[in-house]
């Protein structure tokens, strides 16, 4: 492996983000605390972005460009630099002495949060949080979102290094939709599609009753399907007109942004004509339909029935999409609905979405395939491939995600069972297997939100550090798609 070459660009990815670690800054001077000149957080902010700069201006002055870029030095730079993003990230939360992070395991975690876009936070106190804060936690989860190597190869060309690679090995999904010849551009398209649906979020936002300042941050968590919010209520702060805002784009969040590309060239067709975008809404209008019945039968519940009705579908979307958004405490709810959005959370969103999770085409193509092997057991002597919006898909993908889904699970069972250990015993085991099952699942799935005692209304706080890490690393694992960090692990990855 070309080791020069990657540390060189590791280089560049932390310059690219010292520059990001800076546009906290106005937000902590507009907004001052009664006996500063700034919000608590100047200084930590740009303390941050010169160690950043110091670190990545010498790997990137230190090492040469020479070589040629393969796949496997693509698989290095995305996971290391998802890393190392994560380390350098979650200074200013260390140093600001944020409330809830309280060493360097608590801000690992909440950076590596923000950049996976999984949305669980050690952060107590929001409400009186320092804006910048907020907005570095805002700011983290809509450059994940699309992918930092994605806006990498779009706007910082000085990396001077051939893209696919990287592509290839950061962007989710089973397949990669290239919508021009040349990746550069692609990255570009999908990054001008993400910022049109941004800014058109912020608007109608702050066309409702949250401010300029809150309407920024979540449309930034909401478009990248993070769910970071700047109230201890989360989204249950707000009335029915931000919450349907919010849910319509989460809804959009969770579809193939090559499908919105389409459709502002005025294509919009080719979202019915996509079998994944169909199955991804049944599922969405399918879920919240029987939410809905089962919120009204249990009629102890308070709320009418467009309350129950509303709550419902947000948090069919907002767990299924991967955004983990809350309006509403739904461990209160019946057990049926917990398991049917605990199953949501294993499905995810589309492919080529911000989403997270197992991904809705995996999902499709598994049921497919599950259904062609039935039919061969009826029909032994039937020729029938399988296809997907009528096009064949060839077996080496069938296999991919036949694969993808093995890994998933066996990593989530081990995961589960070694969380469950690191918990402290308490009376209710139960609770700890409910805890320990939901926050693997959350954090693998990149969520947000479990059950037990990291439910909707709780934070991550309380688990211990080691447990704080192995959850890390999961939302690593799940955000670059199990494949590209498990690579890393066998030798002959590194041999020549």
């Known amino acids: 492996m070309n080791l020069h ?3 060189r660009i590791q280089g560049g990815l932390l310059i690219f983000l010292a520059a990001m670690l800076l546009t906290p800054l106005p937000f902590s001077l507009v907004y001052p605390r009664p006996d500063s000149w700034h919000d608590g957080a100047f200084w930590a902010f740009l303390a941050a972005a010169l160690i950043t700069l110091a670190v990545g201006g010498v790997l990137f002055r230190r090492f040469p460009a020479d070589g040629e870029m393969t796949y496997r030095e693509g698989f290095a730079i995305v996971t290391f630099g998802w890393i190392a993003y994560a380390v350098f990230g979650g200074l200013p939360y260390l140093l600001a002495d944020v409330s809830g992070v309280r060493n360097f395991a608590d801000a690992f975690f909440e950076a590596m949060s923000g950049f ?14 320092a804006p910048s804060i907020l907005f570095w936690r805002a ?3 809509w450059l994940g979102g699309m992918g930092i190597i994605v806006l990498s190869l779009a706007i910082l060309p000085f990396l ?5 690679q990287l592509f290839e090995a950061e962007s989710p999904g089973p397949t990669k939709d290239r919508l ?4 550069q551009d692609t990255a570009k398209v999908l990054w001008g599609v ?6 058109a979020e912020v608007l109608l936002l702050w066309a409702g009753e949250m401010n300029a300042f809150e309407s920024l941050c979540h449309a930034f968590t909401t478009m990248a399907t993070g769910g970071f ?16 805002v919010i849910g319509v784009f989460m809804l959009l969040a969770g579809v193939n942004f090559s499908l919105h590309f389409h459709a502002l060239r005025g294509s919009p067709r080719r979202y019915w004509e996509s079998e994944e975008c169909r199955f991804y809404l049944a599922l969405v209008a399918s879920s919240t339909a029987i939410i809905t019945v089962l ?3 249990q009629s102890e519940l308070p709320g009418s029935v467009l309350l129950k009705a509303r709550d419902a579908a947000f948090q069919t979307i907002s767990l299924m999409t991967t955004t983990g958004y809350a309006t509403a405490d739904f461990e209160t709810w019946p057990a049926m609905a917990q398991y049917i959005l605990m199953a949501l959370m294993f499905i995810g969103g589309c492919a080529a979405s911000t989403g997270g999770s197992i991904k809705v085409v995996r999902l499709l193509l598994l049921s497919k395939h599950a259904s062609l092997q039935l039919s061969r057991l009826i029909h032994p002597r039937e020729v029938r491939s399988l296809k997907l919006d009528h096009k064949p898909v060839s077996r080496e993908v069938i296999q991919a995600v036949l694969g993808f889904f093995a890994l998933f699970m066996a990593i989530f069972l081990l995961a589960s069972i070694l969380l469950a250990g690191l918990l402290p015993a308490q009376a209710d085991e139960t609770a700890d297997l409910t805890t320990a099952g939901t926050a693997v699942i959350s954090a693998l799935g990149n969520v947000g939100p479990g059950l037990g005692t990291v439910g909707p209304t709780e934070t991550y706080t309380h688990l211990p550090a080691l447990g704080k890490l192995l959850l890390a690393v999961c939302m690593l694992v799940g955000r670059l798609e199990v494949f590209t960090v498990l690579v890393l692990f066998f030798p002959s990855f590194w041999r020549k």
């Open 139 to 141: 700011m983290t989860q």
């Open 180 to 183: 021009s010849p040349r990746i």
């Open 5 to 7: 070459l990657t540390l």
């Open 194 to 199: 993400y910022v049109i649906l941004t800014l």
């Open 116 to 129: 996976s876009t999984t949305g669980a936070t050690v952060i107590t106190g929001l409400d009186h949080t």
């Open 295 to 297: 919120l009204l039968v």
């Open 229 to 244: 919010s700047t109230r201890d209520a989360s989204v249950a702060a707000f009335g029915s007109y931000t919450q349907v």
């Open 160 to 164: 001077g290094v051939g893209g696919m």
